[in-house]
Structure formats: structure tokens, C-alpha cells
């Protein structure tokens, strides 16, 4: 696995954990973690031991997106190079987050803002401590959304309530981010860690093909048309039949038993 200074990764129980570590700083993106995080997605997605990935934050907060006195050394400098190179590498991380067959849940123990907020979006499910908060704080700083938060952001919400966030930058709370579809379920901050934990631990426990499958799928029936979708459920369905997953699966059932998913 890939670790630093500032990103953390372990495996265990099938669960692949992603810490992002600058509590001091809430986080914020330094450009090495952004590499960092890529490279670990990377890694966990050629594991065939981890099967299911969560991404966190160290601390108190998920994440604050971008460090900006970093961003005001380069206005000083007149200077946009690093600027795009921060985007690509952005970018980068997001076609991951949607391209890795593992499914991937954001675990906010607390603020998610900027580019924080929509790393969290990208990811496949979110859950939250009752202390989680979204912001698209773009707009405060006079700048506009990025980590691909103009596709995702009006996807969970529709348009208008997106161009409300992101034109006012407010602060969603838990709560509120739960009943706009942002936020899969909320915890008491005390039962976060252990809830998070099962709830990773029981979707690495499913079969990794059927998964990656259902992964694939569900972004495909977002946007394509019936008869596309249609079509991939029946090679779907096929190509996965005579696989192992699902004949321990039909056995296991007429057995009355849990199934063993290797």
C-alpha cells in the first residue's frame, strides 16, 4: 500500500482504509497528497483483497479541499501552471473513484468543503457523523467548482438546488445533506467509527464480480437509455451465471446458509 506523511492506507477484513492526514490544517490538499491519493486508489484497486475501499480524514474534519495560502503564493506569482496541474491530477482521482471495480464510501467524521466536499461526491456512497457538513466554498474565495463537482453535485440534487449551493456556498449539516440523497446515513459521533466499520465490512463480505457489476450498472441506468441498459443487464447476467460467486450463492441458499464469498 501506498503511505506518507499525509496519506494513510491499511486492509483488513476485505475493508481498504484511506486516511487523509493534516488534522492541524483540516486536511486541506497539499499537491504531493493529491498524487498520493491517486497512487493509493491505484494500488487498493489491483488488490483483489480489498473489497471495498473507505476514504476518511484524520482528526476532526474529511476534508477542507484545497490549501489556500498555497493558492495565494501562486496569485502572487502570477502563475497557473501548478494551478492546472492541481486540476489534472484532481481529475485524475475522480475517474478513478468511478473506474475501480471496488465499491467506494466517503466517511465524513466532520467538515467536507471545496474540493473536500465533492471528493466526498465522487466517491460511491457517503455516511456521515451527526458533526458532517458539505460546503461548496468555491464562491467565497471567487472561484467555481472543481474535483468534478459541476457533474456530481447536480446529479444527487437536481440543477437548481446545485446552483444554490454552489452560488451561496452554504453549509449543509448532516441532517439536511440526508434528506437532499448527499449523505447515505448519519451516525452519533461516538458509534461513527464502529458504524462505519460494519457497514464497509458487510459490502466487502458480497461477491467482488457481482459488485463490480451492480457498480457499473448503476452509473450506466443514470444516464443511458433503456434499451442500452437492458442490454447490459443480460450480458451481465450471463457472463456472471456459471461463475463461482453465484453457484455458492444458489447453493448456499438452498442450503440455509450464509454464503462464503471468496
Excluded at 50 to 70: H, K, P, Q
Excluded at 71 to 93: H, K, N, Y
Aim: proline share 3%; charged share 25%.
Amino acid at each position: 500500500m501506498i503511505d506518507s506523511e499525509h496519506i494513510v492506507s491499511e486492509t483488513q477484513a476485505g475493508v481498504g482504509r484511506i486516511t487523509l492526514n493534516r488534522p492541524d490544517v483540516k486536511n486541506a490538499f497539499t499537491d504531493a497528497m493529491r498524487e498520493q491519493l491517486r497512487d493509493a486508489l491505484q494500488a487498493m484497486a489491483g488488490d483483489r483483497q480489498v473489497r471495498c475501499i473507505v476514504i476518511t480524514g484524520a482528526g476532526d474534519s474529511f476534508c477542507a479541499g484545497g490549501d489556500i495560502s498555497s493558492m495565494v503564493a501562486l496569485q502572487e506569482r502570477d502563475d497557473t501552471s501548478v494551478l492546472e496541474e492541481r486540476i489534472r491530477v484532481a481529475a485524475e482521482v475522480v475517474g478513478l473513484l468511478r473506474a475501480v471495480r471496488q465499491p467506494v464510501i466517503a466517511a465524513l467524521n466532520g467538515a467536507a468543503a471545496g474540493g473536500g466536499a465533492n471528493l466526498a461526491l465522487a466517491c460511491d456512497m457517503r455516511l456521515g457523523s451527526e458533526r458532517a457538513f458539505f460546503s461548496q466554498s468555491f464562491i467565497k474565495i471567487g472561484l467555481v467548482p472543481d474535483w468534478g463537482g459541476f457533474y456530481l453535485l447536480p446529479q444527487l440534487v437536481g440543477t437548481a438546488k446545485a446552483m444554490e449551493l454552489m452560488l451561496t456556498g452554504a453549509r449543509i449539516k448532516a441532517t439536511e445533506a440526508l434528506h437532499l440523497g448527499l449523505l447515505n446515513a448519519v451516525y452519533a459521533n461516538e458509534d461513527f467509527e464502529t458504524a462505519v466499520t460494519e457497514f464497509a465490512e458487510r459490502i466487502a463480505a458480497g461477491p467482488a464480480d457481482a459488485m463490480a457489476t451492480i457498480k457499473s450498472g448503476t452509473y450506466l441506468g443514470a444516464s443511458a437509455p433503456l434499451s442500452e441498459v437492458l442490454a447490459f443487464e443480460s450480458a451481465a447476467q450471463t457472463s456472471l451465471f456459471l461463475g463461482d460467486e453465484a453457484r455458492e450463492g444458489m447453493r448456499a441458499f438452498l442450503d440455509k446458509r450464509n454464503p462464503e464469498f471468496r
